[in-house]
């Protein structure tokens, strides 16, 4: 997969010394399978034990996201893995963010990628990205960048991880609901850096009302020129 972005997760930080001892030492649960209570209304077992980490439950999987040690949050300083529902480590890779799934797909970042997508089997299903969202109704919107921070496109994403992209381009995409994206021309980042280019109403503003749809195979349907929607 081609890293074409060197984002701020990929970046040197905290997260580098604890990435290299996490591969030095990597960290297995100790199985544990205990009965700690049990009555005839309640069970109730100890199944593992990961020291230092935290885990927290993936409602769709049954999975659960660790933040091994080192880790400070799932999108800050990360350094993560998933275990199975038993509590075993489910796969030897460490991330440096970690999403809950969603349609099957969780949002990773992997050391010296950027943002790229793992089926339930961990394996990688997308190119790597700059910027990317959780799946909603299907699909996720992805950005790419070049070496010097200029954005090259915005496409979205199927759950098997394959691009789909935009009949015109776009400076915003909004994630897909009721079947339409919806698109502006310009850029929010605008509001910093220009002021009086944003892409909602404002009686301050010399723009205002720059939003459309698209359906979802990428073709517009109603172009952009409203305040809010």
């Known amino acids: ?10 970046r040197p930080s905290l997260t580098s010394e604890a990435h290299r ?3 030095d030492n990597p960290v297995k649960p100790i199985m544990l399978n205990e009965v700690v209570y049990d009555d005839d209304k309640l069970l109730i077992k100890k199944f593992c034990f990961w020291e230092k980490c935290s885990l927290w439950p993936d409602e769709e999987t049954g999975y659960f996201k660790v933040f091994l040690p080192g880790s400070i949050a799932s999108n800050f300083h990360c350094i993560g893995t998933y275990a199975f529902p038993d509590g075993s480590r489910a796969t030897d890779a460490i991330f440096h963010f970690i999403s809950d799934f969603r349609y099957g797909v969780a949002k990773t970042v992997i050391p010296g990628q950027g943002y790229s997508y793992i089926d339930t089997d961990f394996e990688q ?18 950005t790419s960048h070049n070496k010097k921070n200029k954005r090259l496109r915005i496409a979205f994403l199927d759950t098997s991880g394959k691009e789909h992209f935009f009949e015109k381009e776009y400076a915003e995409v909004n994630v897909n609901s009721e079947g339409l994206f919806k698109v502006s021309t310009i850029y929010f980042g605008d509001f910093v850096d220009r002021p009086g280019t944003f892409a909602y109403h404002s009686d301050h503003m010399d723009v205002a009302g720059n ?14 020129q ?4």
Request: with cysteine; proline share 4%; hydrophobic share 35%.
């Open 226 to 229: 409203y305040i809010c929607l």
């Open 1 to 10: 997969m081609a890293n074409i972005f060197e984002s701020p997760e990929t």
């Open 211 to 224: 939003w459309g749809f698209t359906d979802s195979t990428g073709k517009e349907v109603i172009a952009p």
């Open 21 to 23: 001892k996490n591969v």
């Open 125 to 142: 299903i997308s190119d790597s990205y700059s910027e990317a969202t959780d799946f909603y109704n299907g699909y996720a919107i992805v």
